[in-house]
């Protein structure tokens, strides 16, 4: 596969040991994989929400149906990052389960989640609130540090 990244020095291995456990981790139980593809999944229907507004507003000139879609942006936008950050922690539990060599599942991964929901609630609150403060700029000068 890889077998160096001269131009970025030590973090190069630090990137081809992730790549690495990461591809084992797969190997090792593709259902990992599953939250990852959910995640897309409801992303997918946010963008969609978003065409559509940019469609009722500009080409079929429906604004009241343009300010639906705006409308069902800004109540999805929690909905949706509570969604992602339970996934995450859905995909944080499997990996621990197939790290520990056990057999794993979305519905197990979800099962250990029982009771977390307001928290993980409040947690996508924060995360979005984070996200959407940081200006472009800063979240180029963030990648790389």
Known sequence: MFTHFPSLGGKGKDVQGLLKSSIALLGKDIDVFKPSVY?????????????????FFFIS???????????????MAPIISYMNMRYKAITSWMIYDVLRGKDTDV???????????????????????????????????????
């Open 39 to 55: 995640m897309t999944f409801i992303k997918s229907i946010r963008i969609f929400t978003s065409f559509f507004s940019l469609y």
């Open 61 to 75: 000139k429906e604004i009241g149906l343009g300010f639906v879609s705006i409308l069902a942006l800004f109540i």
């Open 107 to 145: 519905s197990i991964g979800s099962k250990e989640l029982r009771g977390l929901g307001f928290t993980l609630f409040l947690y996508s609150i924060v995360d979005h609130i984070t996200k959407s403060a940081i200006t472009p700029k800063k979240r180029k000068m963030a990648l790389l540090a």
